[in-house]
């Protein structure tokens, strides 16, 4: 499978962001080159005949999504067409190359273990970002980019942003942060670990982090080795300690979802007992306290009423792609409800598909291969995806992660199980039966109504 190095070296691209710690990668174009050497080997090998190109049960409704992003983003604003229009291009494609490159069981396992990779690279970088010393960090618009943003150290050691404004070497018109400064440049913000591009905010650090834990558990499940379960245990370790120091409450969430849906779902009440058990060191290390938390909470309770305003202003067609902070000065910090402000009740609905369609390929796989050992791997890897977009469900309950790629990575990664489920199985397939869309319309209505009632809180 031809397609699939530049597929993974995509997914590495997307998380690793290299071109954002070294300004020697800047100038070069990464992310075109691996989508061109993946589309490349997509075609050489439909040529060669070695894979048939067959639609993800997600695939119509992430056109449909695509093409309602483009049409509004077109119709509100055609000064942000073009880079909208680049941005939910690249997602699209990035789902539509995960979902559709590989054909079979090897070639979904090096796409889920590449990301099981990355998800514990970021996660280990954080942690040696969140032991690190402090710095005094320059807010220098000179430097570009997110480099500039995150601030430049400059080397003096500090133990509040005073020591920088007024200690030795100090440039009286520059602003300073004194902030943790860890592997490629990383830097905390406010003592909360992260990383860069799209997952500089420490909420989503931790989301992304908790979700791959999954991954983890079904190469376990597959080769029970010695080896293998000291990967299990070091990946817990690893994120447990990551998601404690972004400080994360949607975190925490994220980690005990997936522990209690994949140990619950897979040993009933013993594993829930031992999720538990795992799950409660996090619980009580991590998440921030006090004024902040509360102030955090009541920020995010008044945006949920601003984006429903949005939304009454824009019924039928929504405020349009990209077009949230248009009408408000911050983002919508709610997946489900960034969908209904800016795409309205159809965009909402047909992404709200692509979630239905993800969860209904791992819950047909389980409840179809139950018994039999040579259906082992199919068990394995629909539990790892269910639980972790189990847990990716809860985490964007509270984060702007609509048109983001590590979800869209995700929606690929369930239609490559479907596709590698189809390799052994060529009668397995799903579709969105009538009785699914009664189910999806009544899911819909029951969010908006949570929103509304979370909203009244402010």
């Known amino acids: ?14 998380y690793g962001r290299p071109q954002e710690w070294d300004e020697r990668f800047e100038s070069l174009p990464f992310l075109y080159l691996w989508l061109a050497l993946a589309f490349m080997g997509m075609g050489l090998d439909l040529a060669m005949g070695k894979v048939r190109l067959k639609a993800t049960p997600q695939l119509r409704w992430a056109i449909v999504v695509y093409s309602w ?58 942690i040696h970002q969140g032991f690190s010393s402090w710095q005094c960090l320059a807010m220098t618009q000179t430097i570009g980019g997110s480099r500039g943003e995150a601030g430049i150290p ?71 080795s010695f080896t293998r379960a000291l990967m299990v245990f070091g990946s817990l370790l690893l994120i447990a300690t990551a998601i404690i ?11 005990a979802t997936v522990l209690g849906v994949y140990f619950v779902k897979k040993y009933g009440i013993r594993g829930a007992i031992f999720g538990a058990i795992c799950a409660a060191p996090l619980m009580m290390l991590g998440g921030r306290g006090g004024g902040e938390a509360d102030e955090s909470a009541n920020e995010r309770t008044e945006i949920l009423g601003e984006g429903l305003n949005i939304y009454r202003m824009f019924p039928l067609m929504g405020a349009g792609f990209r077009q949230f902070t248009e009408h408000h000065w911050l983002t ?23 979630i239905y369609l993800t969860l209904k390929i791992s819950l047909v796989a389980l409840k179809r291969y139950e018994h039999g050992a040579q259906f082992a791997a199919i068990r394995a890897w629909s539990m790892a995806i269910m639980a972790g977009f189990c847990g990716m469900m809860v ?26 489920i189809r390799s052994v199985d060529p009668n397995f397939s799903i579709r969105l039966e009538k009785r699914d869309v009664y189910r999806l319309i009544l899911a819909d209505l029951a969010l908006v109504l949570v929103i509304v009632v979370l909203s009244k809180r402010a």
């Open 245 to 255: 120091l972004t400080q994360s409450r949607g975190g925490q969430l994220v980690f």
């Open 69 to 126: 992003c483009v049409l509004t983003l077109g119709f509100r604003n055609p000064g942000e067409f073009s880079e909208g229009f680049v941005s939910i291009s690249v997602t699209f494609v990035l789902f539509f190359l995960i979902g559709h490159s590989p054909d079979g069981f090897k070639g979904f396992q090096k796409l889920a273990a590449t990301v099981l990779i990355m998800g514990l690279f970021v996660a280990g970088v954080a």
């Open 332 to 354: 919508a910090h709610n997946a489900y409800l960034l969908a209904l402000s800016e795409l309205g009740p159809l965009g909402m609905f047909a992404w709200t598909a692509m």
């Open 1 to 14: 499978m031809l397609a699939l190095p530049g597929v993974i070296l995509l997914i590495v691209f997307i």
């Open 154 to 224: 400059d080397g003096r050691s500090c133990e509040r942003r005073v020591d920088c404004r007024e200690g030795p070497g100090a440039d009286p018109e520059v602003e300073y942060l004194c902030e943790r400064v860890g592997l490629f440049k990383t830097t905390t913000i406010n003592g909360r670990v992260r990383w860069r591009g799209v997952l500089q905010d420490p909420n989503e650090l931790a989301l992304t982090a908790g979700i791959v834990l999954p991954f983890s558990f079904a190469m376990f499940e597959q080769k029970r």
């Open 395 to 420: 985490g964007i309950f509270f984060l702007s992660f609509t048109y983001h790629y590590v979800l869209w990575i995700y929606f690929g990664l369930a239609g490559a199980l479907y596709s590698a």
